[in-house]
C-alpha cells in the first residue's frame, strides 16, 4: 500500500516563505499602483484646470453658433481668416490634454479663409451678400474616417496606420461647396465600433469635462474639440450611436439622419446597401439651430458630379446607391407648430437579453423629467408615455438587423492591410492573458469580431429578432406618424471613466442608440446641462420622430433651447469627482 505523500516541516517552511515573498511584492505593486493612481488623480486635477482654463477664456467669438458666425462673416464685423486664426490656436491650446485631434490642415484652411475674405469684401462692394454660399468662411471639425486629402484615413485599424486620403468625401465636398473651411479631424475607435475613441493607432482621446472619462464614439475626437471651442461644428457619422453618443457625453447637439437621408461614400469602413441607410453622416453642434440648415447641406443622393476622379469601385456604388439613398425635402423646423404636435415619452431604459445594462442615473432620469415637463408647460400639451415590449431587447434587435445587413465580417475589416484575416478568439485571448499588451487590436473591437458569431449558434433567436425588429420599425411609424415626437433616454448614465472594463460588460447600453439606426428613424441627442451632483458631467435625452420627420426632433431640440432647458454648458472650474 502507498502511503500519502506529507510535505517535510522543510518543505512547509519553503511554501509560507515563498507565500511571504508573493504577498510582500503584491502589497508593493498594489501599493506602487495606488500611488500611481493617486499621483495621476493629482496631474489631472491640474490638467483639468488647466483645459477648462483654456475653454473658460477663450475668445468669446469661438462660441458663437454656426449661424451667428456665417452672418458676423457677412456683415464683416469680423473676418475669417481672423476666426480661423483663433480656433486654430483653440485647438493648439486644447489639444494637449484632449488628444483629439489626429490630421490637420491648417495652412490650407488660412489660406481658404483669406480667399473667402475676398468673396465677402467684393460682395459687400457690390451691396449685396445674398447670392454667396451659406458657410462661406465658417471652420469646422472632420472624423478622421472620412477621406481627404493628406488626411490620415486609417478608421483606427492598425493595417491601415500610414494610409492618407487622396479623394475628398462628397460630404465634406458639399460642406466646402457652401464655404465652410475644414481645420482638422478628430479621433475614433478601433474601425468606429465601440463608445470609446481609442485605437491603435492614434491612442486615446479625452472629454473636456473630466480627462478621466471617455469622450464617447466613434465620433468621439470631433464631439470633444467642439465642445472645447475648436470649430463651429462637427460632421459626425452614426451606425449604432456614433454621432449621438458623444454629442451626450460631450454636452452637444447631434443628429442622426432618417435612414438614407445622407451618402456614405469614400468613408472607412466601406459601408454599402442596407448597411448605408442604417450608418448616417450627421451634423454635431453646440446650439440646435444650426442642425437644420447643415443637415441639408450634407443631405440627398449621390450624384457623379459629387464624386471627382470616381474609381470603378465607385462608379458600381453610386448605381446600386440609387435603390437605398433618399432625396429629402424637408419643411424648416421654424414652420413647425409645436403645440398640434404629439408628444410621447418612454421612462424606462431599453435592455437587452444577451448583456447586462447599467442601472440608470438619478440625474438623467431627471434631465428626462425636466424635458417632460417643460414641453407640457410651455406648450400646453399632455406628454403620453408609451411602452414598447421589444425595447426590451433593444440590443438585440439592432444587433441581429445590422449583422444581417453586414456584407463584410467585423473581423476581416479589422485585418485590413494586415495580409491574413484575424482569428478574433485567439486575440482575445493573447489580449485577456496579457492585460491588452499581447494584441495589436483593442478589447472592445476584438469582443464584437467574437460575437458576430453567435448568429451561426443560434439561428432561431436571430430570425424571431429580425422579425421583432420588422414589427417595431411599423409600430413605431404608426405610433408618431406625420406629426409625433418621442422623447427617448440617452444613455443610463453620462460619461463613464476610461478602458474597456467594466464598460465592456455593459455593451448592451448601446441598444438605446444603435435602435434607431436600423429602424432608420431620425433621432436627435439633446444636451440638458450638467449633472447637478459633484460629478459636473453631461446630461441629455434623444428626441425620435417617425421616417423623414428629421424636422420636427430638431424643432423640438431648438424650442427646447429657447427656454434654457437644453443647451451647450462649457465645463465648470470646480473640479469633477
Known sequence: MQMAWVPSAGEVLEVVHAAEIYLLATCVVVSLLLLKRARDSTRQRRTHAKLVEAIGSADPRLAWSTLTLAQKLREGEVTSYEMVELYIS?????????????????????????????????????????????????????????????????????????????????????????????LACGNTSEACMWSESSNPVHGRTCMPYDLRRTCGGSSGGTAALVSALGGSFGVTSDVGGSTRIPALYNGLFGHKPTGGAVPNTRCIPKVHGLVERYCQLGPTARYAHDLFPLLETMAGRLKLEDLEDATEEELEHLEAQRKYMLDMQWPHPATVRMRELKYYVVWDQPGSSMGITRARDPEMLAAQRRVVRALETSLGVKVHAVEFDALKRCFDLWSAMLLEAQTVPFAEIMSEGLGSVIWPVWELVKSVLTFGYGSQHTLPALGLACTERFRHLTPRMHRNNLELGEELRLEMNDLLGEDGVLIFPGLPTPAPLHGPLPNLLYFADFGATGIFNVLELPATAVPTGLSRDKKLLPTGVQLVAANGNDHLTIATAMHLESLGVAGWVPPLAATPR
Do not use: M, W
Open 90 to 182: 483653440q485647438l493648439e491650446r486644447v489639444d494637449v490634454h484632449l488628444h483629439a485631434v489626429v490630421g490637420n490642415c491648417f495652412k490650407d484652411a488660412l489660406r481658404d479663409a483669406k480667399d473667402a475674405d475676398d468673396l465677402l469684401a467684393e460682395a459687400r462692394r457690390k451691396g449685396s451678400t445674398d447670392s454667396l454660399p451659406d458657410f462661406l468662411g465658417v471652420p469646422f471639425i472632420s472624423k478622421e474616417v472620412f477621406e481627404y486629402p493628406g488626411f490620415p484615413f486609417t478608421g483606427g485599424i492598425v493595417g491601415r496606420r500610414e494610409v492618407r486620403g487622396r479623394a475628398r468625401n462628397p460630404v465634406l465636398q458639399r460642406l466646402q461647396d457652401e464655404g465652410a473651411i475644414i
